[in-house]
């Protein structure tokens, strides 16, 4: 059953935070972070999960995010981190839109947006531009076949995206 929730999933840094904030002010549901969840939970940064805990560690509380997610939360717009889009119960959880990037249009925003560094230092699979961009061409594929919907973000300002998004939030809460 479809809770009302809208997930976004996407490569780091298409845009999925800034897009699921500005459809919470447009559409009045709540807007949640899965990498600021994350955080909490382990009171740490990600970095710093990845850093003394190994990505593995970081998967099974990503795994244990979802199972709450699908048990306590409606009406939402959800971000969810790059590789959260793996979880068995993703779309148990609600309407799954997957933000469509090149890496390199990716990348190009994070790098003129403000403190690009910070930005790119907070990605841990970012350190190494090759390693990233051939998980981007991996990841393609996995994510447009989770996808409920897929839209296309590449040179779009966040108002066209949120503008887009808000079609498909309307015609699925008329389901």
Known sequence: MKKNNFILIGFMG?????????????????????????????????????????????????????????KNVQNAIIS????????????????????????????ERISKSENSEKKIAKRPLLKDLDKAKSLHAERDAKYAKKADFIVEVENLSAEQIVKKIQKIIKKESKK
């Open 14 to 70: 298409v845009g999925k935070g800034t897009t699921a904030r500005a459809l919470a002010k447009k559409t009045g549901l709540f807007c949640i972070d899965c990498d600021d969840l994350i955080e909490s939970y382990a009171n740490k940064k990600i970095k710093q999960i990845f850093a003394d805990d190994g990505e593995s560690e970081f998967r099974k509380i990503e795994k244990k995010l979802a199972k709450f997610l699908e």
């Open 80 to 107: 969810t981190g790059g590789g959260f889009f793996a979880v068995k119960n993703l779309n148990k959880i609600g309407t799954v839109i997957y933000l469509k990037s090149s890496f390199e249009a990716i990348f």
